[in-house]
Each structure stands twice: as C-alpha cells, then as structure tokens.
C-alpha cells in the first residue's frame, strides 16, 4: 500500500472513534439546564457524569476505533486492541500510579492492533496449535506486545508527558501565526480526506491541563471540555468558516447560476449550506469549485487560516465535538471565551466570501454548478437505492473493489484497476469530486450520504441478484422515455427504457451481446444480451423513411457479437435532424416481461459509452439469467 493510502485509512481510523464526542458535548450541555425545577436534581449530575465517562474512556473509545478503521471492521482486531487497553492500565497502575491512559495510547494501540490483523489473519502454525492461528493469532500478539509496550512505558512516560505539555508550549509560542498555519493546512489536507490526521495532533495530543481532581487533559478539545479557559484556539476559529463563508460560496453559485437553472442549483446549493451551517460538513460546497477553479480554493484556504488568526488575536475560544456548525456552537457557548465574537466576525468575513467569489466565477468564467459546464450535484436522499447499482457498476463493478469504507462525507475505496473508474460517471450520479491517491486508493465525495451509499452497494453485493448493466449507446443528454414525441415510444408499447437526444453522429452498444436485427435503413438495430434481453435502438422518430444511404451506416453485421461502447452505426446528425420529426432516440428492451426492477441514473448530459446510465434486475427463471459486467 502507498503511503498516501495508508495515511487515508489512518485518518478515516481516526475519525470513527469520534462518533461518540457528540453525545458528551450534549449530556453536558444539558447537565446545566434547572433540573431542580422539574423534581429531578439529580439528573443534571447524571448527565455530567455520562459526559465525563465519554471522555475518561476516550483512549480505549480510540484503540477500538482505529483498529475497527484500520482491519476494515474486524472485531478481532477490535478486541485486541481493548486487550492490550486493559494490560497497559493494569501494568501502568502498578509499575507508576500517576500514569493515565491517553489518545495518543489508544491510538497506538489500535493502529497496532489493526495492522496486525492484516499482517496475521491468514497465518499458519503447526497443526497442534492452528487452533492460535488466523485471526486468532491476532490478540495474543497483540497482548505480548502490550506487556512489552506497557513495561517500558512505565520508565518513559514521566518523560512523554513532560514533553506532550512541552509540545503544547512550543506549538502556543508561534501564537496567531501557528493558528493561521494549522487552518491553512486543514484546509488543504480536506482535498485529500487526511485532514483528521492533523486534527488529532492539534485536538488530541498538544497541550496538557490538570483538572482539579488532578486528572490530566491532553489536546485542544479535551482541555476545552474539562474547562481549561485557554484551550479551544485551535477549533474557534472553523465556526466563521462552516458557519458563514461555505454558505456564502453557496449563495455566489446560486446567483451565478443560469436562470433556467436557478431553480434545481437553489434546492441544492441551499441544502449544502444549511448542512455547512448546522453540521460543519463542507464538501458538498467546496467540491464544487475545487476541481474546476483549484487556485480559488487555494484562497479559501488562506482566507480560513487568516479567519483562524483572527478570533486567537481577538481571545475567542470555542469548541466542538464533531465540526464547527451552529449545533455545536450553541451546544457548547456556555464553556466558551467571547464566543458571542464569532457572529460579527463571521458575517463580515461571509460577506467578502459572497463578494469575492461572486466577482471571481463571472470574471474567470468559472463553470460553477449550473454555468454550463459545472460539476454536477444533486439532491438525492431518495433515490440512494436506486442508484446504489449504478455507482458500484461505474466503480468497476464488485470484483474491482478490494477494500470500501465510508466516513462523513466520502466513500474511501481501494480498487483492483483505476482505469475501470468511470469518473464521468460518477459525476452524473450524484459525486461532487473523485480524488485519487494512487495504489489502488480512491475517495468518492458523496456527501452526508456516503455511508447510505456503501450499505446499499453492499446490500447489492450480498444479494447477487441477477443485474443487467446498461451504458449510454450515444453522447447527448439522456432523457425519460415518456418525452419521446411518438405516442407508441412513449406510452411504453414497444417496451420500457429510456431515450437519449444527441448531439453526435454515432450509436454505440449499450451492453454485450449480439446483434439480432439491423433495420434495411439502417435507422435502427436490435441487440439480444447475454443474459436473454431484447434490446432496440431506434435512432430518431419517423426516420423509417429515410432510405439513402447517406442518411445511416451500419458497422456491425447481424449474428456480430458486441461489447459495451463497440460503435454500431454512425448517422448525419444535421441532415437526420432536418428530416425528422426530431433525433430522440429510444433504447428500450422488448421483452420488458423479463425485468423484475428497473433503475435510472439521472436524466442528464452523458458521454458516449459511459457506464451506468440504466440498471435492471431480471425475473427468476430457472435459476435466473447472467448478468453482463
């Protein structure tokens, strides 16, 4: 695995245990409320105990989660590491009783604990004793190397945890201009889904405080939540960024957009800013011009790192849980330090966003979402099923993918062959960027449905139904067959499907198979599938009459068998254009009685031969048909 690869799994490691900050940040938020005035006044110290347990058990809450992130969810892996959690307390609590378990030990623990597991899970010992191999293998290495970790520590960690604090010193020594470097880097490293890397240091790892029951918290969001008034520096200053310039962005692309786009580019890029402005998820707005305009992005990063320095100067500090939204800044207002600064600051730095990036899309002609030529991003909660199939196929179909996981906002695969990802494709079905980090290693930014997605694609997978994949037979704008100007296309009597509008000469084959018929004119071709369906493409509407032959030409001959995007026939656009009552070219399948389910991608532009554009489940018959990869 490559180093970038590695880094990727690590820092998606290292968000998982972070599931459970939330509910801590809520239990004491809600432990100040007057529980006294509604007879309950125990619950408000219930609450904050609940809260305090979260965080004491923070360092085996991380071992569990990095080794679960690390092994691809295995629960060996996961065990391990809570074994080798449980040897070091009891090892640390005899050997120096002033040592505590802390994240950076979790961390370390899980990562051994995970990679062991990769390294093991297959090992062979003698007969007598295989019983201790394969996964089984994995905890008693672990164990051993926890003794052996936890015994040194025992003459060492005095010394770390002089260092951490000092770390912490060093690191507060470049003042604003250390914050200004960390929300610059943060920024950039979110292209890559490694920012989580750096936040651990920062929030986790830098910096110590001792509570007053002389407990010790290390890392900017422990400290802040265990009341250290100088921590929370290096979080304050996300809230301007989350909360007011990604929906800025927003707002800019919304106003730039076409006004016959207006209306779909406002749903969505109004939802991205509520959830940028709630939650602090912000992809969905930043992968909308990351791609198409990398430079303004190396901007917005600037300009969040100067917001960053800003709120330190001015003694602003605020924490979270999860992200930099408004949740978890009116959650957490009551522990934090002129927090009420944030609002101005982040409102006057919102509108120079608006300006700025207003100003910069019509200037350099960015093609934003909605201006021609955007990144596509779509509001689509509900058709996550539906779609599911056709993002797996566009991946390269089940056997591509070695390895996928799901964090916030982005699918992380490891795949057997980057050449069979159909980025276009990808695009067209709701993927707001594709990042590729070589090795094999590839994110897929989906959004807040990123998880959805990876459970219905491997519902797909467990299930192995019988699936027919379809890729588009023409470049031009795919489109609903009930829009084809013929009543008889329409209204469904040849059979179901879609049609597609071009804009180029040529007919492509949407799946593998052989070609059944070729009409004398030429106008039109039938394809029977591997798996038995009957596939017409019917270029045009009443183009029958169109006999000479300069109208159409076949490349292919019947009894041919075909592959996917293996052209077929290439026709005059203009002069079939002009001869016809209009070019929308139906692809239907005639024997529809074999289909049980049907899927569509959006009815979008798409490319000639780009996978995923219809998906359809076959009937049961005998055992079921195959399915065409």
């Given at each position: 695995?490559?180093m970038?690869g590695?880094?990727?799994?690590?820092?998606?490691?290292?968000?998982?245990?972070?599931i459970?900050?939330?509910?801590?940040?809520?239990?004491?938020?809600?432990?100040?409320?007057?529980?006294?005035?509604?007879?309950?006044?125990?619950?408000?110290?219930?609450?904050?105990?609940?809260?305090?347990?979260?965080?004491?058990?923070?360092?085996?809450?991380f071992?569990?989660?990095?080794?679960?992130?690390?092994?691809?969810?295995?629960?060996?892996?996961?065990?391990a590491?809570?074994?080798?959690?449980?040897?070091?307390?009891?090892?640390?609590?005899?050997?120096?009783?002033?040592?505590?378990?802390?994240?950076?030990?979790?961390?370390?623990?899980?990562?051994?604990?995970?990679?062991?597991?990769?390294r093991?899970?297959?090992?062979k010992?003698?007969?007598?004793?295989?019983?201790?191999?394969?996964?089984?293998?994995?905890?008693?290495?672990?164990?051993?190397?926890?003794?052996?970790?936890?015994?040194?520590?025992?003459?060492?960690?005095?010394?770390?945890?002089?260092?951490?604090?000092?770390?912490?010193?060093?690191?507060?020594?470049?003042?604003?201009?250390?914050?200004?470097?960390?929300?610059?880097?943060?920024?950039?490293?979110?292209?890559?889904?490694?920012?989580?890397?750096?936040?651990?240091?920062?929030?986790?790892q830098?910096?110590?405080?001792?509570?007053?029951?002389?407990?010790?918290?290390?890392?900017?969001?422990?400290?802040?939540?265990a009341?250290?008034?100088?921590?929370?520096?290096?979080m304050?200053?996300?809230?301007?960024?989350?909360?007011?310039?990604?929906?800025?962005?927003?707002?800019?692309?919304?106003?730039?957009?076409?006004?016959?786009?207006?209306?779909?580019?406002?749903?969505?890029?109004?939802?991205?800013?509520?959830?940028?402005?709630?939650?602090?998820?912000?992809?969905?707005?930043?992968?909308?011009?990351?791609?198409?305009?990398?430079?303004?992005?190396?901007?917005?990063?600037?300009?969040?790192?100067?917001?960053?320095?800003?709120?330190?100067?001015?003694?602003?500090?605020?924490?979270?849980?999860?992200?930099?939204?408004?949740i978890?800044?009116?959650?957490?207002?009551?522990?934090a330090?002129?927090?009420?600064?944030?609002?101005?600051?982040?409102?006057?730095?919102?509108?120079?966003?608006y300006?700025?990036?207003?100003?910069?899309?019509?200037?350099?002609?960015i093609?934003?979402?909605?201006?021609?030529?955007?990144?596509?991003?779509?509001?689509?909660?509900?058709?996550?099923?539906?779609?599911?199939?056709?993002?797996?196929?566009?991946?390269?179909?089940?056997?591509?993918?070695?390895?996928?996981?799901?964090?916030?906002?982005?699918?992380?695969?490891?795949?057997?062959n980057?050449?069979?990802?159909?980025?276009?494709?990808?695009?067209?079905?709701?993927?707001?960027?594709v990042?590729?980090?070589?090795?094999?290693?590839?994110?897929?930014?989906?959004?807040?449905?990123?998880?959805?997605?990876?459970?219905?694609?491997?519902?797909?997978?467990?299930?192995?139904?019988?699936?027919?994949?379809f890729?588009?037979?023409?470049?031009?704008?795919?489109?609903?067959?009930?829009?084809?100007?013929?009543?008889?296309?329409?209204?469904?009597?040849?059979?179901?499907?879609?049609?597609?509008m071009?804009?180029?000469?040529?007919?492509?084959?949407?799946?593998?198979?052989?070609?059944l018929?070729?009409?004398?004119?030429?106008?039109?071709?039938?394809?029977?599938?591997?798996?038995?369906?009957?596939?017409?493409?019917?270029?045009?509407?009443?183009?029958?009459?169109?006999?000479d032959?300069?109208?159409?030409?076949?490349?292919?001959?019947?009894?041919?068998?075909?592959?996917?995007?293996?052209?077929?026939?290439?026709?005059?656009?203009?002069?079939?254009?002009?001869?016809?009552?209009?070019?929308?070219?139906?692809?239907?399948?005639?024997?529809?009685?074999?289909?049980?389910?049907?899927?569509f991608?959006?009815?979008?532009?798409v490319?000639?031969?780009?996978?995923?554009?219809?998906?359809?489940?076959?009937?049961?018959?005998?055992?079921?048909?195959?399915?065409?990869?």
């Amino acid at each position: 695995m490559n180093m970038l690869g590695r880094l990727q799994q690590l820092g998606r490691s290292f968000m998982l245990p972070m599931i459970a900050l939330p509910a801590a940040s809520i239990f004491l938020s809600l432990s100040v409320l007057p529980w006294d005035r509604i007879h309950l006044p125990q619950m408000a110290d219930y609450l904050a105990l609940a809260s305090q347990a979260i965080f004491t058990f923070l360092p085996y809450i991380f071992a569990l989660g990095v080794a679960m992130g690390m092994s691809g969810n295995a629960g060996t892996a996961g065990m391990a590491a809570l074994v080798a959690m449980f040897i070091y307390s009891g090892i640390t609590s005899k050997g120096n009783p002033d040592i505590e378990p802390t994240v950076l030990i979790g961390a370390i623990m899980g990562l051994v604990s995970g990679l062991s597991f990769e390294r093991f899970k297959n090992i062979k010992l003698p007969e007598y004793i295989q019983f201790f191999g394969g996964p089984r293998f994995v905890p008693l290495f672990v164990s051993v190397f926890a003794v052996i970790f936890s015994s040194m520590m025992v003459g060492v960690s005095d010394d770390i945890q002089i260092g951490l604090i000092h770390l912490g010193e060093i690191v507060n020594s470049a003042g604003g201009f250390g914050v200004f470097l960390y929300g610059f880097i943060h920024r950039i490293l979110v292209v890559f889904g490694l920012h989580h890397l750096l936040n651990h240091v920062f929030w986790f790892q830098v910096g110590g405080y001792t509570t007053a029951d002389g407990n010790v918290a290390f890392g900017d969001l422990p400290r802040f939540f265990a009341g250290d008034p100088t921590a929370g520096a290096y979080m304050a200053g996300l809230y301007p960024t989350m909360m007011f310039a990604l929906p800025a962005i927003a707002l800019a692309i919304i106003q730039e957009a076409r006004e016959d786009l207006k209306p779909k580019i406002r749903k969505t890029f109004l939802t991205a800013a509520l959830a940028s402005f709630l939650t602090g998820v912000t992809e969905p707005v930043e992968f909308a011009f990351l791609f198409v305009a990398p430079y303004l992005f190396v901007v917005h990063a600037l300009l969040s790192g100067v917001m960053m320095w800003v709120t330190y100067e001015l003694g602003i500090r605020h924490g979270f849980s999860f992200s930099a939204g408004a949740i978890d800044y009116v959650l957490n207002e009551h522990l934090a330090t002129r927090g009420w600064l944030i609002i101005p600051i982040g409102l006057v730095f919102g509108i120079f966003y608006y300006v700025l990036f207003r100003w910069a899309i019509r200037r350099f002609r960015i093609p934003t979402p909605g201006r021609e030529e955007g990144s596509q991003l779509d509001e689509w909660a509900g058709d996550i099923p539906y779609r599911a199939p056709l993002i797996l196929e566009a991946i390269g179909g089940k056997e591509n993918i070695v390895q996928m996981e799901a964090c916030i906002t982005r699918l992380r695969l490891k795949v057997s062959n980057e050449k069979q990802l159909d980025i276009n494709a990808l695009r067209n079905l709701g993927a707001a960027g594709v990042i590729r980090l070589g090795g094999g290693h590839v994110q897929v930014v989906f959004g807040t449905f990123s998880e959805l997605i990876k459970e219905e694609m491997n519902k797909v997978i467990r299930n192995g139904q019988s699936q027919v994949l379809f890729c588009s037979p023409m470049q031009g704008r795919m489109m609903p067959l009930e829009d084809v100007p013929d009543p008889i296309f329409a209204g469904k009597l040849v059979g179901q499907g879609v049609a597609f509008m071009p804009d180029k000469g040529e007919l492509v084959s949407p799946v593998k198979g052989t070609v059944l018929m070729i009409y004398p004119t030429m106008h039109a071709i039938g394809i029977r599938s591997e798996s038995g369906l009957d596939v017409l493409l019917h270029i045009g509407i009443e183009t029958s009459k169109l006999t000479d032959k300069g109208y159409f030409q076949a490349v292919v001959q019947e009894g041919e068998t075909v592959m996917p995007g293996q052209l077929l026939i290439r026709f005059d656009l203009n002069r079939v254009r002009k001869a016809s009552k209009s070019l929308a070219t139906p692809m239907v399948i005639t024997n529809s009685d074999m289909v049980k389910t049907w899927r569509f991608a959006p009815f979008k532009a798409v490319k000639k031969g780009q996978a995923s554009i219809m998906s359809v489940v076959l009937t049961e018959r005998d055992g079921g048909g195959r399915s065409d990869d």
